[in-house]
Structures are given as C-alpha cells and as structure tokens.
C-alpha cells in the first residue's frame, strides 16, 4: 500500500496536511489502544502511537496559512517553521491507499488516527517531540518519550545531499521523483546499492 497523506494536528486545532509524495522514512510504532468514560453518558475508543519518525522533503516546505486563513497576512508563514516554532503535535492522522487496482476497480483505502505521546509539564510543548531541519532543507520529526532524532535517522546520511538525492529518487519521494511516468534506469539504482555499500563499509 502507500501513503496518500499524513496530517499533523496541534494543540491549537490547526493542522498541517501533508502529501504522501513527500513523505521518505515513516514510523508509527508501539501502538496501544484505551477505552474509557469521558462523560456521564459517553465511552470512548483512543488509539495512541507511543513512537513517531517521519522524513518530510523539503519540496512540502510550502507557504501556508494558518487555520485556513487565506484572507489575514498575519497568518502567512512556511509550512517547516509551524513544526519548528512549536513542538505541540498531539495527533496524527493518515491514509494509505493500495497499490494495484483492477481495470475498473477502486482502490481499497485505509484511514488511521493516533494520538502521540505527550510528556513534560507544559500543556503547550511537549518534551518527547523533536525536530531538525537538515542542511538540504529536509525536516526530521521524532515524537518518542527518550528518543531522539539520531535514534532513528543517521545525521550523516541525511546530511549528504547526494546520498538523499538517491535516497528519496528509490522511494520515488519529492516532486522531481513522484511523477509515476518518470523513466528509471537500472544504471541509478546500481549506482545508489554501490553508494550505500560504500558507506556502510566505512
């Protein structure tokens, strides 16, 4: 299957959306569901993902406005500097769609909704979450209670801009790569299983 979108939600209501085509590595682990009382009168399912480390390129670093704001130029700002302003992510929701689909057919869809870990005593940040912009504009998030970025992506590779070039060209990630009709020679992806080899060998 693949991934059509991911949203971000925050403390504040406001949420970010973004496109499958520019999510690389993605992670949502050490999932745990709850049911519980709310209210008087109201029982709720939660699921809640204790482990997020996702890969944004930076082709999604797009101008927004927030809450939809279209109109007010006060709430124009880059979609990266909402996740680095604040560290406030306390949901995600995504889609993953299938691949293949007979002549005719419509595609099977899959839609998820987790709440993420939150720790610390602020209502407003939240300790486990981390951010980091690489040198090449792409952004790493990581929302694990004593985890950081570097527990789930090697700062050595994210900062080589030819390694993530090739990186995101075999995960057909970024606007340069997603187009499904590109053409893809088997030279490239000789040259990426070489390049990675090389690394690891180091």
Request: charged share 40%; glycine share 4%.
């Amino acid at each position: 299957m693949k991934l059509t979108y991911i949203e971000f939600i925050f403390e504040n209501c406001d949420s970010i959306k973004i496109e499958g085509k520019y999510i690389g590595y993605f992670l949502v682990d050490d999932l745990k569901t709850s049911i519980k009382r709310i209210a008087s009168n109201s029982i709720e399912k939660m699921d809640s993902a204790n482990i997020v480390a996702i890969e944004i390129h930076k082709d999604a670093n797009k101008e927004r406005y927030a809450f939809g704001q279209n109109h007010i130029e006060d709430f124009k700002e880059m979609t990266f500097d909402r996740f680095k302003k604040y560290g406030d992510i306390t949901s995600i929701q995504f889609e993953l769609e299938e691949d293949y689909v007979k002549e005719g057919g419509e595609p099977r869809r899959e839609y998820y909704d987790y709440y993420t870990t939150w720790f610390g005593d602020s209502e407003y940040e939240n300790e486990a979450q981390k951010i980091y912009l690489s040198k090449s504009g792409n952004l790493y998030i990581v929302i694990a209670d004593k985890k950081n970025i570097e527990d789930f992506f090697c700062l050595e590779d994210i900062e080589d801009e030819e390694y993530m070039d090739f990186h995101f060209d075999m995960l057909d990630v970024g606007d340069k790569y997603s187009n499904p009709d590109r053409y893809k020679t088997e030279e490239n992806r000789d040259e990426l299983s070489v390049l990675t080899e090389e690394k690891y060998e180091k």
